[in-house]
């Protein structure tokens, strides 16, 4: 397994984990830039299923996911390392903190879930297929409804943001077998009684509108995990990280700085 990675900044390492289906780069709008200020260095990286990272044949398991992370971190010499994930991205870290508890200063986990509900695993599957499908969904549609899953009320009507974020995801269309490996890594069994034996300082960060994760879910977690600290943003979906990072990079910086 091969996984394309950058590194910027100087000091103590945060490694960032993205989301399904999504580049990397999706963290230098804000978060990158936020962290190295704050005297880090920061890693980001490409999921296996994301060119130019392996691409092998889906679906993809969590535990894969959880051991590429795994070896990336030994591989670069970070650990123990501070990690932030969102979704995807929170999930795979809240499982290495439970395999690999020596590879972590802490991590924070934004917009993360340790159960399915229903329409969550049906909203995953449907997603897997559509996405893998040859017969694909117009990437006008596509675009459409996926933002309305990801952000909030305020960006929606945000006709700038909108335009933008519109834009960018009707030129580059989710599609493939990699993508789809990624929502079916998120459907994996209730794990709420694992998470009790974190062993980690964990922040779980909250969007008040988060359809995919909703603020619930995300309790849930924080108060599964031994410690571990919640934070709820408001007027923000899925992506919140992206509709107010001023916020939620105040908490990841605060946080971080107070992990030893």
């Known amino acids: 397994m091969t996984l394309s990675y950058r590194r910027e900044g100087a000091g103590p390492p945060v490694l960032l984990l993205a989301?399904?289906?999504?580049?990397?780069?999706?963290?230098?709008?804000?978060?990158?830039?936020?962290?190295?200020?704050?005297?880090?260095?920061?890693?980001?990286?490409?999921?296996?299923?994301?060119?130019?990272?392996?691409?092998?044949?889906?679906?993809?398991?969590?535990?894969?996911?959880?051991?590429?992370?795994?070896?990336?971190?030994?591989?670069?010499?970070?650990?123990?390392?501070?990690?932030?994930?969102?979704?995807?991205?929170?999930?795979?870290?809240?499982?290495?903190?439970?395999?690999?508890?020596?590879?972590?200063?802490?991590?924070?986990?934004?917009?993360?879930?340790?159960?399915?509900?229903h329409f969550l695993e049906r909203l995953s599957a449907a997603s897997a297929t559509v996405i893998r499908s040859t017969d694909a969904v117009p990437p006008e549609y596509a675009a459409v409804t996926g933002m309305a899953t990801l952000f909030g009320l305020r960006s929606l009507a945000d006709d700038e943001f909108a335009?933008?974020?519109?834009?960018?995801?009707?030129?580059?269309?989710?599609?493939?077998?990699?993508?789809?490996?990624?929502?079916?890594?998120?459907?994996?069994?209730?794990?709420?009684?694992?998470?009790t034996a974190v062993s980690v300082p964990t922040l779980v960060v909250g969007f008040a509108e988060d359809l995919i994760t909703p603020p619930q879910l995300c309790i849930e977690v924080a108060e599964a995990i031994p410690g571990g600290e919640y934070v709820e943003i408001a007027e923000c979906g899925h992506f919140g990280f992206l509709e107010s990072p001023d916020e939620v990079n105040s908490h990841l910086v605060t946080f971080f700085d107070r992990l030893a």
């Open 163 to 195: 335009r933008n974020w519109l834009d960018l995801a009707t030129q580059f269309p989710i599609q493939g077998d990699g993508p789809a490996g990624h929502y079916a890594a998120t459907i994996f069994p209730n794990r709420l009684d694992a998470l």
């Open 19 to 117: 989301p399904a289906a999504t580049r990397s780069a999706l963290w230098d709008l804000h978060q990158v830039p936020a962290l190295v200020r704050a005297g880090y260095e920061v890693v980001t990286f490409e999921h296996r299923g994301t060119a130019p990272s392996s691409c092998p044949p889906g679906p993809y398991r969590l535990a894969e996911l959880v051991a590429d992370t795994a070896g990336l971190i030994r591989a670069l010499g970070l650990g123990p390392c501070r990690i932030a994930g969102s979704s995807l991205g929170a999930m795979v870290a809240q499982e290495l903190a439970l395999t690999r508890p020596d590879l972590l200063v802490g991590m924070a986990l934004l917009g993360t879930r340790g159960r399915l509900t």
